[in-house]
């Protein structure tokens, strides 16, 4: 009779913000935040950064165990949001305003990770995923992912100088910051439109930007994140969720594997 081994095979310890972000918790830079504010525990002692576990130990987010947060990432998933004016990109409010989530499909077994955040008054394409991983790479600055806008500013048309100012850079609170691209586009009377593009998404940028130079954003829509652009037939309010191509395309762009989707899944997903 052939002995049996009697011990199992241990599979290595991971990084908690990576197994967190399995669970749909936060994108890996989010739960760095979480563990310095001690919200994470492993085996009931507070967790701090570099500390890792297994599947064996007992970790738990907010005093709940991880797995009462639903099952690991099964399949990544990415749905593009159109904001409406006034809602928050938060998961609660403490005034009861209107949040970004309470209008994206429900969720049984993960949680969606809002990669990055829009303020109240600016409209536009928001990217979420139950991807942690993909979540963090999408907001890392070291990938440079472009961001493109629609600026409806008042006043008169910029002229060639204040174009060259904002192209090479404004001089702000928190560092300087300069558009790729800024193209007129038109408009009537003292309202005219701009596209521009950077690549970061510091709080309020385009509009500090313009401020800095003494020009008001009278609205202002996000229309492209990388690759993704805001489809014209998504009302505001609405959702479209990112077809298994469309992910793997995104998974790519930041130097990710693609995933290995069911094909049953692809045969249904995929537009013919």
Known sequence: MRKINRF????????LQKILAKYGI???RKIEEFIQQGRVRVNGKVATIGDKATDSDKISFDGKALHLYGQPMTRPRVVIYHKREGEVCTSKDEKDRKTVFDSLPKLAKSRWIMVGR?????TGLLLFTTDGDLANRLMHPSYEIEREYAVRV???QLSEDTI????EGIQLEDGVAKFNHIKFSGGEGANLW???TLSEGRNREVRRM???IGVTVSRLTRVRFGDIILPKYISRGKTLELTPSEVNRLRKSVKLKEYSFPK?????????
């Open 8 to 15: 199992e095979e241990k599979k290595a310890p991971e990084r």
């Open 154 to 156: 008042f006043g008169e």
């Open 26 to 28: 936060g994108s890996r």
């Open 118 to 122: 829009l303020d109240i008054n600016t």
């Open 210 to 212: 313009f401020e800095a």
């Open 164 to 167: 060259k100012k904002l192209k």
């Open 194 to 196: 701009y596209y521009v």
């Open 264 to 272: 049953k899944l692809v045969d249904r997903l995929e537009k013919k």
